[in-house]
């Protein structure tokens, strides 16, 4: 399970597994049981030359994995949110994508959107 966050990137590049993760009080999945650290995980955002260290807990009665993750990414995206956005917007407004990113990595996030679209909508 992801669980998106608040968090300064730039804080948790400098303090590395020294920064002040909030631990959820309960699990989110079973709601009964307390969580427990379970490491961190690297993860690589735009910007940022080194993978960044996110926090993982674990809950002891259903197992189940909560890795938090800064709010303004989707999971499994490097790009901000608002990158994605502007770059999708322009490219359906304008018909061209936009300079500065590789067209391969923007046609990758038109496809994840119409895939979620068709997912959710049918």
Request: aromatic share 10%.
């Amino acid at each position: 399970m992801i669980l998106p966050v608040s968090v300064n990137l730039k804080e948790i590049e400098e303090k590395g597994r020294s920064y002040p993760w909030l631990r959820p009080e309960i699990c989110l999945c079973c709601r009964q049981s307390h969580v427990w650290g379970h490491g961190f995980v690297e993860a690589l955002f735009d910007g940022y030359v080194k993978a960044l260290l996110l926090r993982r807990y674990r809950c002891p009665g259903c197992g189940c994995v909560i890795k938090l993750r800064p709010k303004v990414y989707f999971s499994r995206f490097q790009a901000t949110i608002e990158t994605i956005r502007s770059h999708i917007l322009t490219r359906l407004q304008a018909g061209k994508w936009p300079g500065g990113l590789s067209g391969a990595r923007c046609r990758h996030w038109l496809r994840a959107l119409r895939r979620q679209v068709l997912a959710h909508l049918g």
